[in-house]
Each structure stands twice: as C-alpha cells, then as structure tokens.
C-alpha cells in the first residue's frame, strides 16, 4: 500500500489522542505511525512500561483496538497465545477469518533485557507476530534507569555519572542483529522522523510470513534530557551520526540498508543535544567520547559489509 | 449411567486423556517431572490428530501460563499443566490469569520446591499458589485427577464465576501409579462440559476491549473485592457440578469426603492420596471398636471453613496431616491445618476439637499406615487425657 499524507490525515486513529504520555515522547507518535499503516484489524499485547501504563488508565482507555497486558516481560508470549487461539478457532471453524494481525509492543527494558526469553521463544516458534521495542535506552517508566540499550557513557539513575565513573560504562546488546539471527522473516531497525520508511516496515512486518521485529529508537526528553520540541530532531541526529542505521534483515540474511547519510556527522552531535552526556565533555571523560565514536564506526563498517555497501 | 471404558492408567495419563476429550482450543505447556507425562502424552494427541488443539510447547512456564492468558484472553477454551518449580516460576502471572477471571485449568502435579533438588511428592508447589485466586481441587486417585479435570472446565467456565482452576493429584504416588480408571465415552463429555461462551474476546475486532488495564488507589480495591466475592460464590456451584457429574457417572463430588464420622469422636484430615493410607487404618481401628473418621477435603480454595466446622463439631481431637510446611507460620504448622484452626475458631461454638498439627512426606517422603496410626493413638490418648502436647509434630521423620 503505498502512504499518501492526505490519506492519512483522514484516518481513524486507532491510539487516541488524552493518553498521558510526556509532551515530546516519541512513543505515541511511533505507535500512530504503525498502526495506521496497517489496514488489516488489529490486536495488541503491551508490555508493562510508559505506553502501557499512559494509555489505559482505567476506567478509561485510549485503545480503539483489542488490547491486553498482562506483565512486563510476557507481552510476546500474551500475543502469540491470543495468535494461537485465532488460528484454532478459525482452522475449527469456530470464527470467521478476518485477517487479524497480532503485535506485541514493549520498551527496551521489556525487550532487550527482562522479556528476551519470551521474544525468542515466540521467534523460535513461529508465531505470527510483529514485536515492536519503543527504544528510549533506560527504564523510563521507573525513572530513567539503565537497560542493556543504554549506550555507553549515559547517565542514568543506576548508571550516574558520578566524580570517578563516567556514566554506563558498558557498550549495548545488538539486540537488533540478535532478533536477525532468529532468521526471522523480517527485523528492521527505524526511526519516527523518517515516518515513510517506518510506515513502510509496519507493512512489510504485517506482509511477513512469519514473525517480524521493529527496534525504533524514540527520544525520551525526560530521560534524555533534551527539550520535549526536539525529539524528532534527536532522533535524526541519531540516524545521521549512524549511531542508530536504518536497515531492515530479511530471513536473518539479507541486509539492506534503508538510508546512507551524505555526511556522516560525528557522534558529538547527537550526544552534545542530550542532557545524559554532558559530563562526558569535560577534560576528564571526553575519552568516552572516543570510545563511544569508535563503536558506532565499527558498527557502521560491520553493517555497511553486511549490507553489500562496502 | 453414561458410558465409559474401563482402563489401566497412571495419574498423569488420565489427565492427558481428559484433556483429549475436552479438546481445548489452545494448549500452552512446559515438561516439568513429574508432570511430564501429560505435556507428552498430550503432544500425542496432537501428532495423531485426535484433537483441534494448537499446541504451543512453551520455552518455561512462566511463557505457559502467559501463552494461557492470552488465549483464554482470545475467547477460547485453554489449559496447561505443571509442577513445583514451574508453579513456581509462573507465580507472577497465576496472579494475573485469576485477577482477569480468565477461566483457564491447570493440572498440578504436586512435587516438592527447591532447595535442596527433589523430584518427589509433597504440597509445597500447590500450597504455595494458595492465595492467588484460583479455585482449588485436591484428587486422591487417578479417577478422581480424570473426573476433577473435566468438572475443572464446568466450574471454571460458569458464567458466575470465570475463576480459573487448579487441579492437583500427588507426583509418582498418583501420577506415575497405575490405577483402574473409568473413561468417560468421548461424546458424553462433550455433552457434559458443552461449549464456552466468552464474555469478551480480543478476537472480537468490532467491540474492542482493553484487558489489564491500569488501576490506580481509585479502583483497585474494588476490583480486589469482586474478586474475592467471586470465589465466595464458588461452593455452591463446585457442588452443583459435582452433582451433575455424579449422575452422569455415579461417582458423585461434594466439598470433602467423610468417612466414618457419624459416631466419630476422633478424627484425621488429610489432603490427596494419604486419605486412601488413613482409610486402610481407620478400617482396621474401627474393627477394634475405636470410634475414628476421617475427612478428606476436595475443595482447598474456597476454604470450606463452615462446612467442615459443621462436619468436626462432635469431635473432641483432630490430626490434621500436612504435606508441606507454612514456613514462619505459628508452631511451624502447615496450610491446611492453620486454615482449620481459623474456621474452627471463626464458626465454631468454642466447645469445638482440638487440633494438633502432624507434617508428613515432604520430597516423597513414604507414609506408612504405622506412621497414620501412631497419629492416631495420638489423639486417642489426647481424647482420654485432655492434654494436647505438641502442637506440631512430625510423621516418618528421622530426629
């Protein structure tokens, strides 16, 4: 389905506008983003976080789908068993076929660390899933608290910069080419200021046969410390410094590349935006600076061969 | 009366092929011994086509029981087994698949917790689980873990209720112990456990629900309060289902079995496969004239406080005998004794027995009709002198 905007601008939303997400998080606009590019009837099993939490605070709730949560590290599990009721009960012919996709959204706290189990599992298994990680980089929800997406030299509350240690002092899981090595139908990586292209993985996720995982980085202006007007922002200078690529893995090997910046910027420009940095430029931490700009390079090269672009 | 067929099964077996006749929409499940058995015997089935099931073989049991709540989220008919350390391990989200009133059964396999490692039988798993809002049912012998499974599915599914249920029977003594089990015709338990009607479905796209919602202090304890009314109202409609079932079978379930407790003056309680050990002893006391009964309680949650009150009232010394212990509990007691004391003393007429508390067969520990008997002579010379000693105290243990 190609996306027009003025189409979209016409579409019942399916997340409400009154959830109680902070101004400038970037995870609503993600989700909007996604659901609305799917056309087909949809069901959602959130994972205990920010989204959750924002959006379905009884008696009242922003969802004009089907919608559960059950906990936090079970929202691919909580999907795929009401996947697995939907293909018992229409093989048995018990309910009409209506084509419905199953997601399952989480954060990186969900994803990366406490639920990979579960995400691996319903992988491994086969189940029509689409999971999407909204990739804030710490336990927002709790209070800005390190995850395994934390970059190295961030500060967090259990991670703090402090007089001797410099922030997280550990680099990140690459959960994305974790998720990859399922050998999944499809994973892709994006980002919510190119709304086309995350739009456009949402529907190839759906068109998957089989499961499919987006990792979408979204700025966290409480967390991040930026002002809340500059999240998209944020996250293009994450995908301009190629601290976050945009690529997407079909079957766990064939890697494409959704976006080469011109000029690839350095890192500094991405962390100098970011409040959770900014002990990082003093004379006595700068060095992490150097460290954290030659993993993204190695990143960026590893990805660059991996994607035939080398 | 229905018909059925007469086999030679295990425990274990004969859940897996109540769970065959049911034929659940979903089954979500991790092989734990000594609960195995079923997860296999099942998967058989699958393999074999004889039922419509989607299995999902889960990665733990904390995946099975959330595969579950989604399931049954979806609005269809869902169950699992497990034992111990799985109970164990799905503890979170038990809470959570009672506080949806998702109306999912699960057979329990009672084995012992770590640590130290132990395979064998003893309560602790099941215990552990006993405040989580499932209703819970206790079998002695493999036809009862049969005939609790398929009234699980009627009481867990009444429209009155929607609470799910745990069905236990005791690891290798019953599970791996092969016994004469009448198997229901496949057609009538069709007929007996009908068809499921959801209240909601997440399936239903056009009238969409949002499940496990947030409540803040506004709320959540009146949640909490229709919870617990709902389980309150079970007693009525587990009996109601027993009945039912005993028409259909001629084995018919009430709350509790009592046996010879018309005259008794002293009695034992006891959970599961003992019963039938106690029963060989009261027979034998009974011969020589000793006014003894015996309750074996089928329904552990709701507790049956008032009923058994009522059924104890005339009894001057109880031994209540525990196969697991509530650690840090008064005396060191375990939890069917501590919920019998609280009933006797919350109903009773104060002129009610005196309790003493006897733990057993802890990590499969063997009960030997010496060791009932010993309990017994107990309460005996505890009747004739009035004096109770120990409040707890310890049968086939080596001190």
Redesign the interface.
């Known amino acids: 389905m190609a996306i027009k905007l003025k189409e979209l601008a016409g579409i019942e939303e399916r997340l409400t506008s009154g959830h109680r997400l902070c101004a400038g998080c970037a995870e609503s606009i993600i989700i909007r983003q996604i659901v609305n590019a799917i056309e087909e009837?949809?069901?959602i099993?959130t994972a205990t976080g920010c989204t959750?939490?924002a959006t379905?605070?009884?008696?009242w709730?922003s969802?004009?789908?089907?919608?559960?949560?059950?906990?936090f590290?079970?929202a691919a599990?909580?999907?795929?068993?009401?996947?697995?009721?939907?293909?018992?009960?229409v093989?048995?012919g018990?309910?009409e076929d209506?084509n419905?996709k199953f997601l399952a959204i989480g954060g990186d706290g969900a994803t990366y660390d406490i639920g990979l189990?579960?995400i691996?599992?319903v992988f491994?298994?086969g189940h029509k899933v689409i999971y999407i990680c909204l990739n804030n980089e710490a336990y927002m929800n709790t209070g800005i608290q390190r995850s395994s997406a934390t970059p190295l030299g961030a500060h967090t509350t259990t991670s703090p910069a402090g007089e001797v240690i410099p922030g997280k002092t550990q680099w990140r899981k690459p959960l994305t080419k974790i998720m990859a090595a399922h050998d999944i139908p499809y994973v892709a990586q994006a980002s919510p200021h190119r709304w086309r292209d995350l739009m456009e993985k949402a529907q190839k996720a759906v068109e998957a046969d089989g499961p499919a995982f987006l990792n979408v980085i979204s700025p966290c202006p409480r967390g991040w410390r930026h002002d809340s007007s500059l999240s998209i922002e944020v996250a293009k200078m994450a995908v301009e410094t190629c601290y976050w690529p945009l690529y997407e893995v079909r079957n766990g090997s064939e890697w494409t590349l959704n976006y080469k910046p011109k000029e690839k910027l350095p890192v500094t420009e991405w962390l100098k935006m970011q409040g959770r940095f900014r002990h990082l430029f003093t004379p006595q931490f700068e060095y992490v600076i150097e460290e954290l700009q030659a993993k993204v390079d190695e990143e960026w090269d590893k990805l660059l061969a991996l994607c035939g672009e080398k | 009366m229905a018909k059925s067929t007469v086999m030679a099964l295990d425990g274990a077996k004969a859940v897996a092929n109540a769970m065959r006749q049911i034929n659940p929409d979903v089954v979500a499940a991790y092989p734990i011994t000594p609960q195995t058995e079923i997860v296999q015997n099942f998967s058989q089935f699958v393999a074999d086509g004889l039922v419509d099931t989607e299995f999902i073989p889960v990665e733990s049991e904390h995946a099975a029981m959330s595969a579950c709540i989604g399931a049954s989220a979806a609005g269809g008919r869902v169950m699992t087994a497990t034992a111990s350390a799985g109970l164990a391990l799905m503890w979170e989200v038990v809470y959570v698949a009672a506080s949806m009133r998702l109306p999912i059964v699960m057979s329990v396999v009672n084995r012992a917790l770590s640590a130290p490692l132990n395979i064998h039988c003893d309560h602790s798993d099941s215990m552990g689980a006993r405040d989580a809002g499932w209703i819970q049912i206790y079998a002695e012998t493999a036809q009862e873990a049969y005939d609790n499974t398929l009234q699980a599915i009627r009481i867990a599914e009444h429209p009155d209720l929607r609470v799910p249920v745990m069905s236990m029977q005791d690891g290798f003594i019953t599970g791996h112990g092969v016994e004469r089990v009448e198997i229901l015709d496949d057609e009538e338990v069709k007929k007996f456990i009908g068809t499921y009607q959801p209240q909601h479905s997440l399936l239903d796209v056009d009238h969409p629900a949002t499940y496990g919602a947030w409540d803040f202090y506004d709320f959540y304890f009146e949640h909490k309060r229709q919870q617990t009314d709902a389980l309150s109202k079970a007693m009525p409609i587990i009996v109601q289902v027993g009945e039912e079932y005993g028409k259909l079978t001629g084995r018919r379930y009430g709350i509790f079995d009592p046996y010879e407790m018309d005259d008794a003056e002293v009695a034992i309680v006891v959970l599961s496969s003992t019963a039938g050990t106690a029963r060989t002893v009261i027979k034998a006391l009974r011969q020589k004239g000793i006014k003894i009964g015996l309750i074996k309680p089928r329904v552990f949650r709701p507790f049956p406080a008032q009923e058994l009150t009522e059924a104890l009232k005339n009894v001057k010394v109880v031994a209540v005998l525990d196969r697991s212990i509530a650690f840090g509990a008064m005396g060191g007691a375990g939890p069917l004794f501590l919920e019998l004391c609280a009933a006797l003393y919350a109903y009773g007429d104060g002129r009610g027995p005196q309790v003493v508390d006897y733990i057993f067969g802890l990590g499969g520990r063997d009960v030997l009709p010496a060791y009932i008997e010993r309990a017994a002579q107990d309460i005996l010379h505890i009747a004739e002198t009035g004096e109770r000693g120990d409040l707890v105290r310890y049968l086939g243990l080596r001190e």
Not at chain 1, 63 to 71: D, E, M, Q
């Open positions: 009837p949809i069901v099993a959750e939490i379905s605070v009884y008696p709730s969802w004009r789908v089907p919608w559960i949560h059950s906990a590290e079970n599990t909580t999907a795929a068993g009401a996947e697995a009721m939907y293909r018992s009960l093989r048995q018990k309910i209506k419905i189990q579960w691996s599992g491994e298994r």
